[in-house]
């Protein structure tokens, strides 16, 4: 049985269709779903094995990216999106669907444990304007960095993939008590450390973070878009040789995981 | 009812929107700014208690880890400016489209404040200046209207700005009758000037002739609407014109440019892969037997030129819609950008003119974000500079589409509703066709305010999460976008056969107030026509509601063949379609076409000495030239997945590609599709008919450089104009047209859509007019069987082979060398411009071949700059240098003359042979080694020069600033 997956369809997203094809690939059964159809009670989280809040620009990114689909969230669908992340079900929130999470507390989610969804006036995390100031989009590489986020545990290779956003500047009031959230890193393209310098980290994130997860390890956000390098003619280089497909393996990861549960 | 106001403080005053705020401020002149701290302002009507106030501050307003929030009721009396600082606040007038507005009220609905009644944003600067400045209040309005606020759509204080939210006024059902009957010439063009219909006596007398005819005289809403339906905007009556031309001596007519040039063109191709081809709001062909593909671009320069970025946002939009409107899914945008000089002084521009960084800034802006809030990849383009474009910025916006083929319908039904579907009618956008088709002044931003619309991208891009599944479910029947002329326009072409009767009351308004000519001709953006069967209305309602799409049904279409509007039941027009549709009587127009100005030197011949090495430096950094990526970047290329050949490319992704090359999801096996554009204002100065042919070959060239097939290549053509009744304006049109045609035929490349945009000149203060060059864009786009052929112009590896491919003829007519060159070398200018060789379509199917045969390893078009520029590009792309032996000749004319119909190709040596075989008896020269050596050694006898890559990169790299 193909895990069947729930991609979140907010007013503005717009990689809806980007990341069904990459769970398609990576062997779910994916089905884009508006966020009115749930709150109309003909769908339901808990019928899904697998989450996705995709990218786009939900809400047109007035008030902040993220904020008023995370209002969304809160309003109609915590006690859902609560039990989905304490079952231990994959979730994954992509570039505005990660704002959205980070933005109505589900990430880093520390005070999660118990409510679901935090208090949003002390946030523990954000998501802000890039440090220079504007959208950018541009190839990046990514590492996995932990053992504990079930999408990313086991994955020794690079990631490179796009980045496509103007607020992903990941800043958090703790920063040292997250390290162990810490999901996927912006890197060289060699592998190496990227300090913190533009363009390998794209947008001045704290410790050049471009992923994180939540304590559990089932929730994963991350502003980059590995969901764009499914296909080898996808990368930038493959007339020159340069073919990975390396988004792929991160949401076979997910979906493998969700297809044992 | 009590307002409230908010203020939005960043925690860190060192943020980068302060940075890049003040290195505008730097870059327009104002040195003696030190720091300008920008903030956001909220204000809000309703009835809100002061812990109502702090939570919804608190939770809705600010990002709680780097922003803090105060708000006070209004008016809050004290608010002293901090010591040093001058306080300026900026709020957008009323009616002016507020997202963020809309959103505030939802979301505080939604979270239980139902007192919140109204919203409105601005924002607050704190200018800090060196404490030696003296700024006087003269000097504050220019620093103001110069770099923080644009008087078309926002109003600005200094201190305390008060809010201003859109009058409840009392519906208004005020219908003017216009008497016409009877009126005398003067008086007729008096009545066209004060409605700003743009509409000359013939014209005039043919409306006085049918309130003869019909024994009455006309309401507001039906002259307002005649008026936009037979703009140049929107039926293009000077390519439909019988033009008399005196063509140096000789005389003949030319009975519409668009019939004989452009539509011939396609008809003599007579392609069977064309679907549609100037019938639908886009042009159709097919992709793989299954998936056809609709491309459109238009202009929206006039807008643009007043309010950059509603008039680039909308003009994304309105494309966006184009494509909707032939029920295809948007798949790709692009934008061809044309400004005046960056460094243009504030002297040299005309008064009531924005300074071109500004217009640059706000088009660019407007453009990332439309497109990238839609989710649509902005994948290919091209930005011009030239003083003439300084009062008229070019905005050319284009999207591709894509669908299952047969799926669109265009054929309402007698008994079909007619659905508006998408946002509220406003005021905004009164008159825009009539507004696109005139001269512009210092006046025209105030008097066209109401001619200026803010897009709204979520909302349109719920009207592609409805229309889809609608088409796909087959709930409609025919379907248009609500562009120019809006509903008038809209309703009035899809009833041009049938017939229909519409009820305005029925139109949802963003604010009360409207007169019914008003709603009817408003052109508010996001909205879409749809001819919908009552059976199906259900359906379609439920579409909407789950993705929060607001709909309305407004009338019948009838099968009377009448177009009739009322208001609350009243008759407010009762018009006979075959007038409205073909009732324009035929313009006359005088076109003058001049000797071709031809001296100075002669191809072939010496010229004077230059200094090769410092001159491709010098092309390099030519902001026409030097990387674009600054602004590429903030477009977002990759949503969608499907971009395979990227604007920008090579082993550092900073090198220009020559095209895009897509492959949408949906496509069949491997089939995608190539973008690429031609332009060459600096040819169309001086040879408007070879201008046409170089763009037509460049822009087809572009595609063959990327692997496109030669065979399967469409086109589009925009051409923008001065004013054509002036005979040599419109003489230089007729021989633009001429020559597209006569290019399109050589390529055997129809073309399948256009658009013009005339009368883009500007009345100065002094009396003088400014004109554009004569610039037109050809867009193009090829079908390819298998993307994984595509390449790309990066040099790949070190002992392969560069080959010149086609009739090299380098000349400095036109040519960029000629702009760098300093004093002295002028007389380039006065060459011809490159001529398109006969032989140059064979040419490209035999480097066509070779690319399919695998006998290619990258390729790139020799265009502005010349070889020399084409070589060295070639070199960022891969970071490899070259060793460049240039044939016999001028080298400054081999290096930098510029010429059509020629590429760069690399070739391993293995595959020499093969692909020397394949040019066989047409022309090509082995020019140049590549090597690991990072430099670019150019020699003709002797090593003329040696430069390092790393200064090619730098000059590239130059840097433009959005």
Same mark, same amino acid.
């Given at each position: 049985?193909?895990?069947?997956?729930?991609?979140?369809?907010?007013?503005?997203?717009?990689?809806?269709?980007?990341?069904?094809?990459?769970?398609?690939?990576?062997?779910?059964?994916?089905?884009?779903?508006?966020?009115?159809?749930?709150?109309?009670?003909?769908?339901?989280?808990?019928?899904?094995?697998?989450?996705?809040?995709?990218?786009?620009?939900?809400?047109?990114?007035?008030?902040?990216?993220?904020?008023?689909?995370?209002?969304?969230?809160?309003?109609?669908?915590?006690?859902?999106?609560?039990?989905?992340?304490?079952?231990?079900?994959?979730?994954?929130?992509?570039?505005?669907?990660?704002?959205?999470?980070?933005?109505?507390?589900?990430?880093?989610?520390?005070?999660?444990?118990?409510?679901?969804?935090?208090?949003?006036?002390?946030?523990?995390?954000?998501?802000?304007?890039?440090?220079?100031?504007?959208?950018?989009?541009?190839?990046?590489?990514?590492?996995?960095?932990?053992?504990?986020?079930?999408?990313?545990?086991?994955?020794?290779?690079?990631?490179?993939?796009?980045?496509?956003?103007?607020?992903?500047?990941?800043?958090?009031?703790?920063?040292?008590?997250?390290?162990?959230?810490?999901?996927?890193?912006?890197?060289?393209?060699?592998?190496?450390?990227?300090?913190?310098?533009?363009?390998?980290?794209?947008?001045?994130?704290?410790?050049?973070?471009?992923?994180?997860?939540?304590?559990?390890?089932?929730?994963?956000?991350?502003?980059?878009?590995?969901?764009?390098?499914?296909?080898?003619?996808?990368?930038?280089?493959?007339?020159?040789?340069?073919?990975?497909?390396?988004?792929?393996?991160?949401?076979?990861?997910?979906?493998?995981?969700?297809?044992?549960? | 009812?009590?307002?409230?106001?908010?203020?939005?403080?960043?925690?860190?005053?060192?943020?980068?929107?302060?940075?890049?705020?003040?290195?505008?401020?730097?870059?327009?002149?104002?040195?003696? +700014?030190?720091?300008?701290?920008?903030?956001?302002?909220?204000?809000?009507?309703?009835?809100?208690?002061?812990?109502?106030?702090?939570?919804?501050?608190?939770?809705?307003?600010?990002?709680?880890?780097?922003?803090?929030?105060?708000?006070?009721?209004?008016?809050?009396?004290?608010?002293?400016?901090?010591?040093?600082?001058?306080?300026?606040?900026?709020?957008?007038?009323?009616?002016?489209?507020?997202?963020?507005?809309?959103?505030?009220?939802?979301?505080?609905?939604?979270?239980?404040?139902?007192?919140?009644?109204?919203?409105?944003?601005?924002?607050?600067?704190?200018?800090?200046?060196?404490?030696?400045?003296?700024?006087?209040?003269?000097?504050?309005?220019?620093?103001?209207?110069? +770099?923080?606020?644009?008087?078309?759509?926002?109003?600005?204080?200094?201190?305390?700005?008060?809010?201003?939210?859109?009058?409840?006024?009392?519906?208004?059902?005020?219908? %003017?009758?216009?008497?016409?009957?009877?009126?005398?010439?003067?008086?007729?063009?008096?009545?066209?000037?004060?409605?700003?219909?743009?509409?000359?006596?013939?014209?005039?007398?043919?409306?006085?002739?049918?309130?003869?005819?019909?024994?009455?005289?006309?309401?507001?809403?039906?002259?307002?609407?005649?008026?936009?339906?037979?703009?140049?905007?929107?039926?293009?009556?000077?390519?439909?014109?019988?033009?008399?031309?005196?063509?140096?001596?000789?005389?003949?007519?030319?009975?519409?440019?668009?019939?004989?040039?452009?539509?011939?063109?396609?008809?003599?191709?007579?392609?069977?892969?064309?679907?549609?081809?100037?019938?639908?709001?886009?042009?159709?062909?097919?992709?793989?037997? %299954?998936?056809?593909?609709?491309?459109?671009?238009?202009?929206?320069?006039?807008?643009?030129?007043?309010?950059?970025?509603?008039?680039?946002?909308?003009?994304?939009?309105?494309?966006?819609?184009?494509?909707?409107?032939?029920?295809?899914?948007?798949?790709?945008?692009?934008?061809?950008?044309?400004?005046?000089?960056?460094?243009?002084?504030?002297?040299?521009?005309?008064?009531?003119?924005?300074?071109?960084?500004?217009?640059?800034?706000?088009?660019?802006?407007?453009?990332?974000?439309?497109?990238?809030?839609?989710?649509?990849?902005?994948?290919?383009?091209?930005?011009?500079?030239?003083?003439?474009?300084?009062?008229?910025?070019?905005?050319?916006?284009?999207?591709?589409?894509?669908?299952?083929?047969?799926?669109?319908?265009?054929?309402?039904?007698?008994?079909?509703?007619?659905?508006?579907?998408?946002?509220?009618?406003?005021?905004?956008?009164?008159?825009?066709?009539?507004?696109?088709?005139?001269?512009?002044?210092?006046?025209?931003? /105030?008097?066209?305010?109401?001619?200026?619309?803010?897009?709204?991208?979520?909302?349109?891009?719920?009207?592609?999460?409805?229309?889809?599944?609608?088409?796909?479910?087959?709930?409609?029947?025919?379907?248009?976008?609500?562009?120019?002329? #809006?509903?008038?326009?809209?309703?009035?072409?899809?009833?041009?056969?049938?017939?229909?009767?519409?009820?305005?009351?029925?139109?949802?308004?963003?604010?009360?107030?409207?007169?019914?000519?008003?709603?009817?001709?408003? %052109?508010?953006?996001?909205?879409? $026509?749809?001819?919908?069967?009552?059976?199906?209305?259900?359906?379609?309602?439920?579409?909407?509601?789950?993705?929060?799409?607001?709909?309305?049904?407004?009338?019948?279409?009838?099968?009377?063949?009448?177009?009739?509007?009322?208001?609350?039941?009243?008759?407010?027009?009762?018009?006979?379609?075959?007038? +409205?549709?073909?009732?324009?009587?035929?313009?006359?127009?005088?076109?003058?076409?001049?000797?071709?100005?031809?001296?100075?030197?002669?191809?072939?011949?010496?010229?004077?000495?230059?200094?090769?090495?410092?001159?491709?430096?010098?092309?390099?950094?030519?902001?026409?030239?030097?990387?674009?990526?600054?602004?590429?970047?903030?477009?977002?290329?990759?949503?969608?997945?499907?971009?395979?050949?990227?604007?920008?490319?090579?082993?550092?992704?900073?090198?220009?590609?020559?095209?895009?090359?897509?492959?949408?999801?949906?496509?069949?096996?491997?089939?995608?599709?190539?973008?690429?554009?031609?332009?060459?204002? /600096?040819?169309?100065?001086?040879?408007?008919?070879?201008?046409?042919?170089?763009?037509?070959?460049?822009?087809?060239?572009?595609?063959?450089?990327?692997?496109?097939?030669?065979?399967?290549?469409? +086109?589009?053509?925009?051409?923008?104009?001065?004013?054509?009744?002036?005979?040599?304006?419109?003489?230089?049109?007729?021989?633009?047209?001429?020559?597209?045609?006569?290019?399109?035929?050589?390529?055997?490349?129809?073309?399948?859509?256009?658009?013009?945009?005339?009368?883009? /000149?500007?009345?100065?203060?002094?009396?003088?007019?400014?004109?554009?060059?004569?610039?037109?864009?050809?867009?193009?786009?090829?079908?390819?069987?298998?993307?994984?052929?595509?390449?790309?112009?990066?040099?790949?590896?070190?002992?392969?082979?560069?080959?010149? $491919?086609?009739?090299?003829?380098?000349?400095? #007519?036109?040519?960029?060398?000629?702009?760098?060159?300093?004093?002295?070398?002028?007389?380039?200018?006065?060459?011809?411009?490159?001529?398109?060789?006969?032989?140059?379509?064979?040419?490209?199917?035999?480097?066509?071949?070779?690319?399919?045969?695998?006998?290619?390893?990258?390729?790139?078009?020799?265009?502005?700059?010349?070889?020399?520029?084409?070589?060295?590009?070639?070199?960022?792309?891969?970071?490899?240098?070259?060793?460049?032996?240039?044939?016999?000749?001028?080298?400054?004319?081999?290096?930098?003359?510029?010429?059509?119909?020629?590429?760069?190709?690399?070739?391993?040596?293995?595959?020499?042979?093969?692909?020397?075989?394949?040019?066989?008896?047409?022309?090509?020269?082995?020019?140049?080694?590549?090597?690991?050596?990072?430099?670019?050694?150019?020699?003709?006898?002797?090593?003329?020069?040696?430069?390092?890559?790393?200064?090619?990169?730098?000059?590239?790299?130059?840097?433009?600033?959005?």
């Amino acid at each position: 049985m193909k895990p069947k997956a729930l991609i979140l369809l907010a007013h503005g997203t717009n990689r809806d269709h980007d990341a069904a094809e990459a769970l398609r690939l990576a062997g779910a059964d994916p089905e884009i779903v508006p966020l009115n159809l749930l709150r109309q009670g003909r769908r339901r989280f808990g019928d899904y094995q697998m989450l996705v809040l995709p990218g786009g620009f939900s809400y047109a990114d007035a008030l902040g990216a993220g904020k008023l689909l995370a209002i969304d969230l809160q309003a109609y669908f915590s006690d859902q999106i609560q039990a989905f992340v304490v079952s231990g079900k994959p979730v994954i929130g992509i570039c505005n669907g990660f704002q959205a999470l980070v933005k109505s507390g589900i990430l880093p989610g520390r005070r999660a444990a118990s409510p679901a969804l935090a208090d949003d006036r002390h946030p523990e995390a954000t998501l802000t304007f890039n440090a220079r100031g504007r959208f950018e989009c541009r190839w990046v590489t990514l590492k996995p960095v932990s053992q504990t986020c079930l999408w990313t545990r086991g994955l020794a290779d690079l990631i490179t993939c796009p980045v496509a956003h103007g607020e992903g500047n990941f800043q958090a009031v703790e920063a040292d008590r997250l390290k162990e959230q810490i999901a996927l890193v912006y890197v060289c393209p060699d592998g190496s450390p990227a300090h913190g310098a533009y363009p390998a980290n794209p947008n001045g994130s704290l410790l050049d973070i471009a992923g994180v997860c939540n304590p559990a390890g089932n929730v994963l956000g991350l502003m980059p878009h590995p969901e764009n390098h499914i296909h080898p003619w996808q990368h930038p280089l493959w007339r020159r040789g340069a073919s990975a497909m390396s988004g792929l393996p991160l949401f076979e990861n997910g979906v493998r995981y969700a297809a044992q549960l | 009812m009590p307002f409230y106001r908010f203020l939005v403080c960043p925690a860190l005053p060192d943020n980068p929107r302060a940075a890049s705020l003040l290195s505008d401020a730097r870059a327009l002149g104002f040195d003696n +700014l030190i720091r300008i701290e920008p903030q956001d302002l909220y204000f809000i009507e309703g009835q809100l208690s002061p812990d109502e106030c702090q939570q919804l501050a608190l939770s809705l307003l600010i990002d709680p880890l780097t922003q803090s929030v105060e708000w006070a009721a209004l008016p809050t009396g004290a608010a002293e400016p901090p010591p040093g600082a001058v306080t300026i606040e900026v709020a957008l007038r009323p009616g002016v489209t507020d997202p963020v507005a809309d959103e505030i009220v939802r979301a505080a609905h939604q979270l239980g404040w139902a007192g919140v009644r109204h919203a409105a944003t601005g924002f607050r600067y704190l200018l800090h200046f060196e404490p030696s400045a003296q700024v006087d209040d003269a000097a504050l309005e220019v620093l103001v209207e110069r +770099l923080l606020a644009n008087a078309v759509i926002q109003r600005w204080a200094r201190g305390e700005i008060e809010p201003i939210f859109p009058i409840e006024a009392a519906s208004s059902d005020e219908v %003017e009758v216009l008497r016409l009957r009877g009126l005398g010439d003067e008086a007729l063009l008096a009545l066209s000037a004060e409605r700003r219909a743009a509409l000359d006596l013939n014209e005039m007398r043919a409306i006085r002739a049918y309130c003869e005819r019909e024994g009455r005289d006309l309401t507001d809403v039906e002259f307002e609407t005649i008026a936009q339906t037979w703009s140049e905007h929107c039926v293009h009556k000077t390519f439909k014109a019988l033009i008399e031309v005196e063509d140096a001596g000789r005389r003949y007519a030319v009975d519409a440019l668009f019939k004989t040039f452009i539509r011939a063109a396609t008809e003599k191709i007579a392609a069977p892969w064309v679907l549609s081809a100037f019938v639908d709001n886009a042009g159709i062909i097919d992709l793989d037997g %299954e998936n056809e593909v609709s491309f459109k671009v238009e202009t929206h320069n006039h807008p643009s030129a007043i309010e950059p970025f509603g008039g680039a946002n909308t003009g994304v939009g309105g494309v966006i819609r184009d494509v909707l409107g032939v029920s295809h899914k948007p798949i790709a945008n692009t934008d061809v950008l044309c400004f005046g000089m960056q460094d243009a002084s504030f002297d040299e521009l005309p008064a009531g003119v924005l300074h071109p960084r500004r217009v640059l800034s706000g088009v660019a802006a407007g453009v990332q974000d439309y497109g990238n809030k839609m989710g649509i990849p902005t994948v290919n383009g091209a930005i011009l500079f030239d003083r003439g474009y300084a009062a008229n910025p070019l905005v050319f916006c284009g999207t591709v589409g894509i669908a299952p083929r047969g799926l669109h319908v265009r054929t309402p039904r007698r008994g079909d509703r007619v659905v508006v579907l998408g946002g509220g009618t406003g005021r905004d956008g009164l008159r825009g066709a009539t507004f696109s088709s005139m001269t512009m002044d210092a006046q025209t931003g /105030e008097v066209s305010g109401s001619s200026v619309q803010i897009g709204n991208p979520i909302v349109e891009k719920g009207l592609v999460d409805v229309i889809l599944p609608a088409r796909d479910r087959r709930l409609y029947t025919a379907i248009t976008d609500c562009g120019a002329g #809006g509903l008038s326009s809209a309703v009035g072409e899809m009833a041009s056969q049938i017939g229909c009767e519409v009820e305005l009351a029925h139109v949802r308004l963003k604010y009360p107030g409207l007169a019914p000519w008003e709603i009817w001709l408003s %052109e508010a953006q996001e909205r879409m $026509v749809l001819a919908v069967p009552p059976e199906n209305l259900p359906a379609l309602q439920e579409l909407c509601a789950l993705h929060n799409v607001d709909w309305m049904d407004i009338g019948e279409f009838t099968g009377t063949g009448r177009l009739v509007v009322r208001y609350h039941g009243r008759v407010v027009l009762d018009l006979e379609n075959e007038f +409205l549709h073909h009732g324009l009587p035929q313009r006359r127009l005088t076109a003058v076409i001049g000797e071709r100005r031809e001296s100075g030197l002669q191809a072939g011949e010496q010229h004077p000495k230059v200094d090769c090495a410092s001159i491709l430096l010098r092309l390099l950094a030519h902001p026409n030239i030097a990387s674009k990526s600054a602004i590429i970047r903030i477009y977002d290329h990759e949503v969608q997945g499907g971009t395979v050949i990227k604007p920008l490319t090579g082993v550092q992704m900073d090198a220009p590609s020559d095209a895009c090359v897509l492959r949408p999801l949906g496509a069949k096996g491997r089939a995608g599709i190539a973008l690429a554009n031609g332009i060459n204002p /600096e040819y169309g100065k001086r040879d408007p008919y070879r201008m046409a042919m170089a763009v037509v070959d460049e822009a087809v060239r572009n595609l063959i450089a990327v692997g496109a097939d030669p065979a399967r290549i469409a +086109l589009l053509d925009n051409f923008c104009w001065g004013d054509p009744l002036r005979p040599e304006t419109l003489g230089a049109l007729v021989q633009a047209a001429r020559g597209c045609h006569d290019a399109a035929l050589l390529f055997g490349t129809p073309f399948i859509s256009g658009k013009d945009s005339l009368n883009n /000149e500007y009345l100065g203060a002094d009396g003088q007019r400014h004109a554009i060059p004569p610039t037109l864009l050809i867009s193009s786009i090829g079908v390819m069987a298998d993307v994984t052929d595509a390449l790309t112009m990066d040099l790949k590896a070190a002992g392969n082979w560069l080959y010149l $491919v086609g009739a090299f003829d380098p000349t400095f #007519g036109g040519s960029h060398f000629h702009l760098v060159s300093e004093g002295g070398h002028s007389s380039g200018g006065e060459e011809a411009v490159p001529l398109v060789a006969e032989i140059t379509p064979r040419v490209y199917a035999a480097l066509h071949a070779a690319v399919t045969a695998g006998l290619v390893r990258s390729a790139h078009d020799l265009s502005e700059g010349g070889l020399a520029v084409a070589a060295a590009e070639m070199c960022i792309g891969g970071r490899l240098g070259l060793d460049l032996t240039l044939p016999p000749g001028d080298p400054a004319r081999l290096l930098f003359g510029e010429t059509t119909g020629c590429l760069l190709v690399e070739v391993e040596p293995a595959q020499v042979p093969a692909f020397e075989r394949q040019f066989t008896g047409l022309p090509f020269l082995r020019v140049a080694k590549i090597i690991t050596d990072p430099f670019l050694k150019v020699n003709n006898n002797d090593l003329l020069f040696v430069l390092p890559l790393a200064d090619l990169v730098a000059a590239w790299n130059t840097p433009l600033q959005p």
